[in-house]
């Protein structure tokens, strides 16, 4: 091999390296987000849930005392079965949730616990874990925003 052939393949085989290399780190966070995010949820999705509720859920900087109170009582009927606040039981302790994820993802979870499962990855992370799927309590927006008001209200006293 005479000197320009042998520089012109090794500049060829460095150019070729990096230009594998190059492709390869542009496609693994893509890749990766996609395995992470199947049902192409958009970033809105992923951090407010998949559900009927498609804008953000308005809460006050304070908690609203009766309408916890009333979040409360549907607590005990609908969701004490399956939830405690402090300790895992057939679903997640929910003390701190409010914390963990967004008023409107709360609300969406307890509206449509199958659509998030189905197609929420953090939901269905859970599912993994808790082997049994949270089921519709059939309850309205307004029973939901309570729960969440309790939610908050659990939360703030800490
Ligand atoms: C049949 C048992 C069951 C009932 C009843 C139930 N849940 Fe769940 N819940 C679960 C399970 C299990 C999960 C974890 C996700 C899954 O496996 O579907 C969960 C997940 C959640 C989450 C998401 C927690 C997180 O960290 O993302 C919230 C919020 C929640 N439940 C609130 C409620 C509320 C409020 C009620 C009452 C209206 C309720 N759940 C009723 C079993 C239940």
New binding site residues.
Partial sequence: MNKPTFLKATVSTVALALLISCGGSEEKPAAAAKSANPGGLTDWQMTNGVGPLTSDVQVGPGVDEALATTGSE??ET??S???KLDERY???P?RM?TE??TPTY?MN??LD?EGM?KKHP??RK??AQ?M????N?N?SEEQARA?LEYLRQVDAEK
Wanted: charged share 15%; with cysteine; proline share 10%.
């Fill in positions: 549907l607590f609908k969701c079965a399956c939830h057939v679903g997640p929910l949730v963990k994820r709360i979870m307890i616990p499962v953090e939901a859970m599912l808790y049994t799927p949270m089921t309590q309850v729960l």
